[in-house]
């Protein structure tokens, strides 16, 4: 029996050999789509993540720095009250008030960092294309994103808007308040603009990394989207510090931002649902009209209402861009998934004639075994 097994190892060596091929992956949608890099491991996406939070923190604080010495410089050279300027600067450490122009420079700027720190973290671990977190197309679709984003404007506008004025018919007061007499009408024009300007980079850069890295690092390690949206969703709820009902709509938000993700393919209706969002709350603060002029005290109070409008504008944006995708998908060329080739190693018994021909083998001839 033993010079039976030799015998056949030595008429087929390659039995046990494998060899290296390109082979085409099964179609991925989009928070699968590191099964789509060259030699996939389950621990690639967890150390990209790592090595982005440390060019994070290392870019930050250079930037903090120097927005720091700008601030000061400024109010060197204008004669500038420095008590003034080292509250602001204090303010923007604390909490974003649109009342503290350099607390919104410093805030937003900071959060935007994240693009560039996770852009270098995948090419430190040689992650090609780096495009593979906006989509499986490799790039951001510009006119997928222009559509969700006027369907964001129009849903948002009209659904905030009619809830205001239903509150103030229910209650009968006023939503809106009167102006503090300390109001700053100069600081609020500076702030919108840089709101304007700002918000499109701190939105995307949120969803680059929440609906981007993370959801795409559980879709790595399990198959099922469902349990990767909750996660993500539950770590975007409780990275923004509000009250309960803050939180619980906020989280939501995340959880129709991931679903969307993967049902479109990328993060183009995410990023448009965001910015919307952000810059419809950024107004509202700037406004003056209401409570504060400060991020942290917008949710507070709110209470069930708050949850309750969200659930509106969520539901609307999910069904106008489910319709936008079946009507257009085709025609504009859109896709929800991607199959890339790979190189893989498959033993060699099972290569096809192809595969044998491409990792430079020739068919062994069968032993002769004639009289």
Same mark, same amino acid.
């Given at each position: 029996?033993?010079? !039976? !097994?030799?015998?056949?190892?030595?008429?087929?060596?390659?039995?046990?050999?494998?060899?290296?091929?390109?082979?085409?992956?099964?179609?991925?949608?989009?928070?699968?789509?590191?099964?789509?890099?060259?030699?996939?491991?389950?621990?690639?996406?967890?150390?990209?993540?790592?090595?982005?939070?440390?060019?994070?923190?290392?870019?930050?604080? =250079?930037?903090?720095?120097?927005?720091?010495?700008?601030?000061?410089?400024?109010?060197?050279?204008?004669?500038?009250?420095?008590?003034?300027?080292?509250?602001?600067?204090?303010?923007?450490?604390?909490?974003?008030?649109?009342?503290?122009?350099?607390?919104?420079?410093?805030?937003?700027?900071?959060?935007?960092?994240?693009?560039? $720190?996770?852009?270098?973290?995948?090419?430190?671990?040689?992650?090609?294309?780096?495009?593979?977190?906006?989509?499986?197309?490799?790039?951001?679709?510009?006119?997928?994103?222009?559509?969700?984003? $006027?369907?964001?404007?129009?849903?948002?506008?009209?659904?905030?808007?009619?809830?205001?004025?239903?509150?103030?018919?229910?209650?009968?007061?006023?939503?809106?308040?009167?102006?503090?007499?300390?109001?700053?009408?100069?600081?609020?024009?500076? #702030?919108?603009?840089?709101?304007?300007?700002? =918000?499109?980079?701190?939105?995307?850069?949120?969803?680059?990394?929440?609906?981007?890295?993370?959801?795409?690092?559980?879709?790595?390690?399990?198959?099922?989207?469902?349990?990767?949206?909750?996660?993500?969703?539950?770590?975007?709820?409780?990275?923004?510090?509000?009250?309960?009902?803050?939180?619980?709509?906020?989280?939501?938000?995340?959880?129709?931002?991931?679903?969307?993700?993967?049902?479109?393919?990328?993060?183009?209706?995410?990023?448009?649902?965001?910015?919307? !969002?952000?810059?419809?709350?950024?107004?509202?603060? $700037? #406004?003056?009209?209401?409570?504060?002029?400060?991020?942290?005290?917008?949710? #507070?109070?709110?209470?069930? $209402?708050?949850?309750?409008?969200?659930?509106?504008?969520?539901?609307?944006?999910?069904?106008?861009?489910?319709?936008?995708?079946?009507?257009?998908?085709?025609?504009?060329?859109?896709? !929800?998934?991607?199959?890339?080739?790979?190189?893989?190693?498959?033993?060699?018994?099972?290569?096809?004639?192809?595969?044998?021909?491409?990792?430079?083998?020739?068919?062994?001839?069968?032993?002769?075994?004639?009289?």
């Amino acid at each position: 029996m033993t010079q !039976n !097994n030799q015998s056949q190892e030595q008429l087929y060596p390659w039995a046990q050999q494998t060899a290296r091929v390109r082979a085409r992956t099964e179609p991925l949608r989009y928070h699968e789509l590191w099964r789509g890099i060259n030699k996939p491991r389950w621990y690639k996406p967890l150390v990209v993540s790592l090595i982005g939070v440390g060019y994070y923190i290392a870019i930050s604080i =250079v930037f903090v720095i120097l927005a720091f010495v700008a601030a000061f410089g400024i109010a060197f050279v204008t004669s500038a009250e420095s008590s003034i300027n080292l509250e602001d600067l204090l303010m923007s450490l604390s909490a974003i008030n649109t009342q503290h122009p350099l607390s919104i420079f410093i805030g937003l700027t900071s959060v935007a960092l994240m693009i560039p $720190a996770g852009w270098l973290a995948l090419k430190t671990m040689g992650i090609k294309p780096t495009g593979r977190l906006w989509s499986v197309a490799l790039k951001i679709r510009w006119d997928l994103l222009l559509a969700a984003f $006027a369907i964001a404007a129009v849903v948002l506008v009209i659904v905030q808007f009619g809830s205001m004025f239903i509150v103030s018919a229910v209650s009968g007061e006023p939503v809106l308040n009167e102006r503090p007499a300390d109001f700053d009408t100069r600081a609020m024009w500076i #702030s919108v603009l840089l709101v304007v300007v700002l =918000v499109p980079f701190q939105a995307t850069a949120e969803e680059y990394v929440f609906r981007g890295f993370l959801l795409q690092t559980f879709g790595n390690w399990m198959r099922n989207p469902v349990v990767a949206i909750l996660l993500t969703s539950a770590l975007f709820g409780a990275m923004h510090i509000y009250d309960i009902w803050g939180m619980l709509s906020v989280t939501l938000l995340g959880c129709l931002a991931a679903y969307l993700t993967i049902r479109t393919g990328g993060l183009e209706a995410a990023m448009a649902l965001h910015i919307v !969002n952000n810059y419809v709350a950024f107004g509202f603060m $700037a #406004s003056g009209y209401l409570d504060s002029t400060s991020q942290e005290s917008q949710t #507070s109070g709110s209470g069930p $209402a708050l949850v309750l409008t969200e659930i509106v504008v969520l539901a609307l944006f999910w069904l106008a861009v489910e319709l936008l995708w079946k009507k257009k998908a085709a025609d504009r060329g859109w896709a !929800n998934t991607r199959v890339d080739v790979i190189e893989v190693d498959v033993p060699i018994a099972e290569l096809t004639e192809e595969q044998r021909r491409q990792a430079g083998l020739v068919p062994i001839a069968a032993p002769n075994t004639g009289a």
